[in-house]
């Protein structure tokens, strides 16, 4: 017998990746929360890069605490992603990530909305998580 689909459903991706996907999230601090509404709204059509050492597996976490679709940035074939959702995040001295929390970049052929929740976390943040949480 064959499970039934739980996958809940989204919203169908804009015509066109463009500011106002920007402006949806820009707003969100909370990496949680932000994660939780890129997959509401994306599901399958995200894909989680958990390939960092120290922010992948808390975002991994993150993604799998959502109830959400996502798609593994590991996957062989990450064709329809519409969001990559990465560990970027402060390196050990402190410094802020040179690339913005929330952009528009060019993936296999199309924009893509990139999305870095941990953006602002320093190293001890994602150890306090991952000791309460992993």
Known sequence: MEPPDITPEFSPPP????????EAYAGID?????????????????????????AGPVLRDMAARTGHA??????????????????????????VPSSPRLHLVERAGHVCLRVAPLHDWKDADLQEYAAARL
Request: no cysteine; net charge negative; charged share 25%.
């Open 70 to 95: 996502f798609r593994d940035a590991a996957d062989a074939d990450l064709t329809g992603i519409d969001v990559w959702i990465a560990g970027t995040h402060r390196d050990a001295g402190g410094a």
């Open 30 to 54: 909370d990496a949680q929360t932000l994660v939780f509404k890129v997959l509401q709204r994306f599901g399958r059509r995200a894909a989680v890069d958990a390939s960092d050492p120290v």
């Open 15 to 22: 015509a066109t990746m463009d500011a106002t996907v920007l």
